[in-house]
């Protein structure tokens, strides 16, 4: 089975604070997903990438920046961290590479509060 | 543009009841359809997705979503709900002129009373 993780579970920021939420896929997949969750929202886009060191930006890209240094790896980055960026983040990861009729594995999630 | 609706934030039905979530879309190319279930403080999972052939879909945990075309739809259904059901359902959709980004509806959520 395809795993999706994320490093915390939950997170308490102060506002102002650099944040860093990790991901990583075990199954050499080329394309990596953060999106945030809100309530009545659904999930937003924030960044993708579909390679090494490549990323672009989703619908709702401003306040973070991501990292993709190794193929397993995706960071998403709040370089100063805001009270709107409360919200469940989900990482998330498709099996194949540039096609578009395979799911999406979602990891656990990251709960974030920014006080 | 992608988009798509989920009618009703809120579903309940009766333990052993069918159940139906309604799922609506707009995309300008072929659509690829999913729905996923996110269970408390969990990611989400996949339920069942439609590509192409058979309109009627079945998937995970009993659960079938039919795809019509001309109403521009793709609803989940049970035939008969479990209490176990009681989650928050997305529906979410992928147009081939778009590449590989998904669009997620706004997710219902599914109260199945004992």
């Known amino acids: 089975d395809v795993k999706v993780t994320q490093s915390s579970r939950y997170l308490v920021k102060r506002t102002g604070e650099k944040v860093f939420l990790e991901c990583v896929q075990d199954?050499?997949?080329?394309?990596m997903f953060w999106y945030r969750q809100d309530p009545g929202l659904g999930l937003r886009l924030i960044y993708f990438?579909?390679?090494?060191?490549?990323?672009e930006k989703g619908d709702i890209p401003e306040g973070y920046s991501v990292s993709r240094e190794k193929k397993e790896r995706f960071s998403l980055i709040l370089e100063s961290a805001s009270t709107n960026q409360t919200s469940m983040y989900l990482c998330?990861?498709?099996?194949?590479?540039?096609?578009?009729?395979?799911?999406?594995?979602f990891g656990p999630g990251t709960r974030l509060t920014v006080t | 543009a992608q988009s798509v609706a989920q009618p009703e934030d809120q579903v309940n039905v009766a333990e052993g009841n069918p159940l139906t979530v309604k799922c609506t879309y707009s995309v300008s190319g072929n659509p690829y359809l999913f729905w996923y279930v996110q269970y408390p403080n969990r990611g989400l999972q996949f339920l069942l997705k439609y590509i192409t052939g058979d309109n009627l879909v079945k998937g995970s945990y009993g659960f079938e979503a039919e795809f019509n075309k001309s109403q521009t739809s793709f609803h989940l259904k049970k035939p008969s709900a479990l209490v176990s059901d009681s989650a928050l359902y997305f529906c979410?959709?992928?147009?081939?002129?778009?590449?590989?980004?998904?669009?997620f509806g706004p997710g219902t959520r599914l109260s199945v009373l004992p």
């Open positions: 990438s579909y390679d090494v060191k490549m990323k």
């Open positions: 979410a959709v992928r147009d081939d002129n778009y590449g590989q980004n998904f669009v």
């Open positions: 199954m050499d997949h080329e394309n």
């Open positions: 998330a990861s498709p099996p194949a590479g540039r096609t578009t009729n395979y799911e999406q594995y």
